[in-house]
């Protein structure tokens, strides 16, 4: 599976973002499908994945949405009410498997997209 993010930029805080992430292969619908971050300095984190069900990171529960269009084999993640500590490079990731549980180990990464979010 390769995974290619866009959709990163600039914007000023309380604001909104859509990152979209495609994938290749014709076996998407069968993988969980997820977003980490990482801060500068900082370990990349955990931030949503969608499989049977979605389940997110506390610091961005009720702001950001992950959902999928597996006709289109891609993944999206919606920001918004975004704050300056949302600042970070956005990576994909995809796990065979649909199955959630609390913890999530992708087997594939997809490169990075920077968010910049301004005070």
């Known amino acids: 599976v390769q995974l290619q993010a866009s959709g990163g930029g600039l914007v000023q805080a309380g604001g909104s973002l859509k990152l979209s992430c495609a994938a290749s292969g014709r076996t998407f619908s069968n993988h969980a499908m997820g977003w980490f971050r990482q801060a500068p300095g900082k370990e990349r984190d955990f931030v949503a994945v969608?499989?049977?069900?979605?389940n997110y990171a506390d610091s961005v529960k009720g702001r950001f949405a992950i959902s999928r269009d597996n006709a289109k084999n891609t993944v999206y993640l919606q920001m918004n009410s975004l704050k300056p500590e949302d600042t970070a490079v956005y990576y994909c990731?995809?796990?065979?498997?649909?199955?959630?549980?609390?913890?999530?180990?992708?087997?594939?990464w997809g490169q990075g997209t920077l968010v910049t979010v301004s005070s």
């Open positions: 990731a995809a796990r065979l498997g649909t199955y959630i549980t609390s913890s999530y180990y992708p087997d594939y």
């Open positions: 969608i499989g049977d069900r979605t």
